[in-house]
């Protein structure tokens, strides 16, 4: 069929060697394309479409009179002759206005018989193709947005999720946390609304203790500031997902708890692979079916919070704006700094020591070993 075309377009030329554009629409609804032909000197050079978003009532013939008056007006080029599929009620005005901007004749009109005729039928065509393939890419999309978000709050009991808001905290060994907020809107990602979160409060890898501090300065800020119409936080989600399970999860009611706020809270659970398992909602661990859409989003969401902190967090890496961790521990200097790195090879391990083997480092003593298992494990009984 495709060589069939190209063979319809090479003997669909004018002896005369004349310019012409030749313009057609399909409509379905509300949605409509147009369909442009370029013919120059004779030949056809080129195609552009165009998605145009009409009312359900309109026909053909407006459709088409409104894009002429849009798509001339805004084209340094007239040809000389303009084709359409069907006559329109302001052709001749149009044709007038086209002559004024070009200088010469214009012709606007409708090819009834002939290599003019087919070269119509062909852009018709090729317009409603264009029309029936973006209709099925906008179904498949709506299916991985708008149906997913139905699938979560069905499976979850909620009238709705259009505003889903998630969280994470993150943080690379040795250095400082940081937290993210990124948004979905109708199963899409808002990035205008995304928020990070350098961590102020909190000393240590704390994740809970984080994101008590995340989540009060997200909530506090979006009641204090209702009027900020331009900022992120004002407008309340439906459902906050939190990566993790169920401390995460009591974290989050905890301080929505403290700020008389009611929103749902759903944790999003990994397994070992530290791949999403399922949802944890109203202390039961929900299952998903993996190869739903809905899954799909959720595991969407949770990688997309996870990447935006860990960006975060390299941005501030690379701009020096962070420093070792274990310079925050009191009494512990350069020296003991670095034999902790040099002996356990990151905070990771450091934070797993207790103090009988803190205080085996040569350059440690019981104080000082006391002082860095308390830092790294102060408030972590927070659920």
């Known amino acids: 069929q495709s060589v069939q075309r190209i063979g319809e377009r090479q003997k669909i030329t004018d002896q005369h060697g004349e310019d012409k554009d030749v313009v057609a629409v399909a409509q379905d609804g509300e949605d409509a394309v147009a369909q442009v032909f370029f013919v120059r000197s004779g030949k056809l050079i080129g195609r552009d479409h165009f998605f145009l978003n009409v009312a359900k009532g309109d026909s053909h013939a407006a459709i088409l009179s409104s894009f002429l008056k849009q798509f001339y007006s805004g084209t340094p080029f007239i040809p000389k002759e303009i084709m359409l599929q069907e006559e329109i009620e302001d052709r001749e005005v149009i044709a007038q206005w086209l002559e004024g901007k070009k200088g ?18 062909l852009a018709m065509q090729n317009a409603e193709l264009v029309l029936s393939q973006d209709r099925e890419r906008i179904k498949r999309e709506e299916g991985r947005t708008i149906g997913a978000v139905k699938e979560i709050a069905e499976l979850l009991g909620l009238p709705g999720a259009e505003r889903m808001e998630a969280y994470d905290i993150s943080n690379i060994s040795g250095f400082q946390s940081v937290g993210s907020m990124v948004v979905y809107e109708k199963g899409k990602p808002k990035k205008s609304d995304y928020r990070k979160f350098r961590i102020k409060t909190v000393k240590g890898a704390n994740d809970y203790a984080s994101m008590e501090e995340v989540l009060t300065r997200r909530f506090v800020h979006g009641q204090e ?15 906050i997902l939190m990566d993790g399970g169920r401390g995460q999860v009591n974290i989050a009611l905890q301080v929505l708890e403290k700020l008389k706020l009611s929103i749902p809270v759903c944790g999003m659970v990994k397994d070992d692979r530290h791949r999403t398992r399922g949802l944890y909602y109203k202390n039961c661990e929900i299952p998903i079916d993996r190869n739903s859409e809905g899954f799909k989003l959720i595991t969407r969401i949770q990688d997309e919070a996870h990447r935006f902190a860990i960006e975060y967090l390299r941005s501030l890496r690379s701009k020096g704006q962070v420093h070792s961790i274990l310079d925050d521990i009191p009494g512990i200097g350069p020296a003991r700094r670095k034999a902790l790195m040099k002996h356990f090879m990151g905070a990771d391990n450091i934070r797993q020591a207790d103090v009988e083997e803190l205080k085996q480092i040569p350059s440690m003593n019981e104080k000082a070993a006391r002082a860095v298992f308390e830092f790294f494990h102060e408030g972590e009984n927070m659920e």
């Open 104 to 121: 010469k004749k214009v012709s606007v009109h409708v090819p009834k018989k002939g290599t003019k005729e087919k070269l119509v039928e």
């Open 225 to 239: 500031n209702p009027e900020e119409t331009d900022c992120g936080f004002t407008r309340f989600p439906d459902l």
